[in-house]
């Protein structure tokens, strides 16, 4: 019988929010059996918590965040994946600030902080969930279709296309969740160059750096957009690689963007609060349709 799990001790971590900019604290915490995942504002008055949960969800517009009353939670989703790639079923978050830190975008900070203190093994038998049948949600005009099928296992396949010479169609597979820790876990989230200008230009990326995302290139852009990011992301030189990224990193997997993509669904499902048993098809995922998908697999979903 597997049994629920806590993380073993405390543990935190500072860094900048993508998009407040914000420096934050966030600690994990131990907790009981039956918790699930909640997160504490310790920076508001009375310190309220939000579970996270597919009902709590109110943005998804450049990551998931979640609320309940006034206190909001936001970028979730590269914890959320850390927290369910290491089947890890019971932590506290205390927030020191609005938004996780996006440290180098991907779940690898996390997952390695979590493994050097390890997890705890608790008292109580561990549930999964599952489904009896096919469960679909589209978007018909974007493309977008997510389906979860029974089954006695964990698969998620994750189809990416981008229709664009530098990122076209991608596959990513993760047969057993044992294998987020290689195969997934360190994948970063990444940008096309003419929606990082629109975000800079907008003030939307106060906390964004070349560190934490791969930055695709369709267009070789004119010196004068490169002297600009160079000076907004404090940086000396940027170039255009000849793979059509920004000189900033080097690409971990060649399906790095796709494996990203399969990443955030793994947390935006950890919503449910239950580790999944079942294979779940995904074309073209995104926040918005990861927890839309969510909250439609919750209406139905069976607990084992």
Request: with cysteine; net charge negative; hydrophobic share 40%.
């Amino acid at each position: 019988m597997n049994f629920q799990n806590t993380i073993a001790s405390p543990v935190s971590i500072s860094g900048k929010g993508l998009h407040t900019g914000q420096q934050v604290t966030v600690t994990l915490e131990p907790a009981p059996a039956d918790f699930g995942i909640q997160f504490m504002r310790i920076d508001l008055p009375g310190n309220p918590v939000v579970k996270a949960i597919p009902e709590n969800v109110f943005d998804t517009s450049r990551g998931t965040a979640i609320k309940d009353g006034e206190a909001e939670v936001h970028t979730i989703e590269h914890l959320m994946a850390a927290l369910a790639g290491l089947s890890l079923d019971n932590v506290l978050v205390k927030m020191m600030g609005a938004e996780t830190p996006i440290l180098d975008g991907s779940s690898r900070v996390y997952v390695e902080l979590i493994k050097e203190v390890g997890l705890k093994e608790l008292d109580t038998p561990r549930h999964y969930a599952t489904v009896n049948e096919e469960i679909t949600f589209s978007i018909p005009e974007q493309q977008v279709e997510l389906t979860i099928r029974p089954a006695d296992h964990f698969k998620m396949t994750v189809n990416v296309d981008y229709g664009t010479k530098v990122l076209a169609q991608q596959q990513a597979v993760l047969n057993n969740l044992e294998d987020f820790y290689p195969d997934v876990y360190n994948c970063r989230t990444f940008v096309f160059l003419n929606e990082l200008q629109f975000l800079i230009h907008n003030n939307l990326i106060r906390g964004g750096d070349v560190d934490n995302a791969i930055v695709f290139v369709d267009t070789i852009p004119e010196k004068s957009v490169l002297k600009e990011l160079a000076l907004f992301f404090n940086k000396k030189d940027i170039k255009v690689t000849a793979n059509h990224i920004l000189n900033n990193i080097t690409m971990r997997h060649n399906n790095e963007p796709a494996r990203h993509k399969l990443l955030d669904l793994i947390g935006d499902l950890y919503l449910l609060g239950f580790p999944l048993q079942a294979e779940i098809v995904a074309n073209r995922p995104g926040h918005f349709a990861n927890t839309s998908f969510a909250k439609k697999i919750k209406e139905k979903m069976i607990i084992l």
